[in-house]
């Protein structure tokens, strides 16, 4: 049977955890070792003796990793967790290679040669269950800090919950999952929206697909302004919203640069000047937490309540703000990840895991080499398909088995 840890997180503000104590029992009744590293689960409202009742070990940080086989994590390992990991170890967590960490930090984690699972990238067609609970909440967590802040440093009351309030103006950028939240939040509270996306029939498309509903004209029905996203020629929508900004109290950044709108095409979408334009004590957030990629002035933060003036403009960007509702976070992600975790911890061999195309997708690293391609063009930095590594290392020194340790050839 597996071993499996669950590590406490130490990135600032993080309060996740990356099982919950009743699948932890799940887990235990199945055979398998359990074992929490000491005051994991606090932060998300699950103590210590919560899972030693459901059969859990509490342990020291070193005991977890040293028993371990299949460690659990939330967030991308911070530099002081590299040397925790080891080429026998499974990593199942957010990886982020592709965002905004450093190519030399990359080359540095994956060196320890362990098998890296990202959530982010566990799926198919197009379709990634692991990252889509925490965009949505992403997207509800920053229209609310972003109507929190617009109260505070502005003096402005968006919402228009009865005719007597004059309500404020706020920019959606993008109509993913993180968009459509903001959208769905601001809207039905009745601020006055504009929306930056592909079209008015992709954009209830999407909205009609994402909150199960038929034939809704979402746009029409709440009043909300469009602006196209026209990305053959970038710089008149990029006209279109800096006009618009002029009169915004809120912009909310939903969009990630796509590979048809590179750099040398059009640097930023909201650059300085634009965002000098804005008025002053205006709202503006990166809720992709992307570092100056489609606005000029937006860095990520780790702190959940850090903002900033730019240009007169505040700003809040971060970059994990689900852990805001912690206990909340931990039951979507881990409602997510738990049925990935029992079957990763009832196979035999790492063969299995490359034979399940979802998790197949997922794995971003092993053996000391970069497997997600994507990361790799990013971040200029060799790539190589997992296929050949496990191939390669089952022609020399075997691949172990993944329970036990024990050398299993595939």
């Not at 990793?65 to 460690?71: D, G, M, P, Q, S």
């Not at 060196?111 to 609970?133: H, M, T």
């Not at 971003?364 to 391609?373: D, S």
């Amino acid at each position: 049977m597996m071993k499996i840890g669950v590590l406490k997180e130490i990135k600032e503000d993080e309060r996740r955890v990356a099982l919950q104590p009743i699948q932890a029992q799940a887990l235990s009744r199945l055979g398998h070792d359990i074992y929490v590293e000491i005051g994991a689960g606090e932060g998300a409202g699950f103590s210590d003796a919560d899972y030693l009742a459901c059969g859990g070990k509490v342990a020291a940080k070193d005991e977890v990793l040293a028993r371990a086989r299949l460690l659990l994590k939330v967030k991308a390992p911070l530099r002081s967790e590299y040397s925790d990991y080891a080429p026998h170890h499974i990593l199942f967590t957010y990886l982020h290679f592709d965002e905004n960490i450093d190519p030399r930090d990359i080359s540095e984690l994956i060196s320890r040669g362990f098998l890296g699972i990202a959530y982010e990238w566990v799926g198919k067609g197009g379709q990634y269950p692991l990252l889509e609970p925490m965009s949505r909440l992403t997207g509800y967590l920053f229209a609310q800090r972003a109507l929190e802040l617009c109260s505070k440093e502005k003096g402005v009351f968006c919402p228009r919950n009865e005719n007597l309030l004059p309500g404020g103006q706020a920019l959606i950028i993008g109509c993913g999952n993180i968009g459509l939240s903001a959208f769905k939040y601001l809207s039905d509270l009745g601020v006055a929206l504009t929306v930056v996306a592909r079209g008015q029939e992709d954009f209830n498309c999407k909205a009609n697909a994402r909150f199960e509903t038929v034939g809704v004209d979402y746009i029409g029905a709440t009043g909300t302004k469009l602006i196209v996203m026209n990305n053959k020629d970038p710089s008149r929508t990029q006209g279109t919203i800096a006009a618009a900004l002029q009169e915004m109290d809120i912009v909310l950044n939903c969009a990630v640069r796509r590979s048809d709108l590179p750099k040398r095409r059009m640097e930023y979408l909201i650059d300085r000047g634009m965002v000098k334009a804005m008025q002053r004590g205006s709202i503006l957030c990166d809720c992709t937490a992307c570092d100056r990629d489609l606005v000029e002035t937006c860095i990520s933060s780790a702190s959940l309540y850090h903002s900033y003036f730019e240009e007169n403009v505040v700003h809040y960007n971060c970059d994990h703000i689900p852990s805001m509702v912690a206990n909340t976070a931990t039951r979507l992600l881990t409602a997510g990840t738990f049925p990935y975790i029992r079957y990763i911890a009832s196979l035999e061999s790492l063969q299995a895991i490359t034979e399940h195309e979802s998790l197949r997708n997922g794995v971003c690293c092993y053996g000391g080499h970069l497997t997600h391609a994507l990361s790799a063009e990013k971040k200029g930095l060799p790539y190589r398909p997992l296929s050949n590594v496990v191939e390669a290392m089952s022609g020399h020194v075997g691949v172990k088995n993944i329970q036990n340790g024990q050398q299993y050839t595939v």
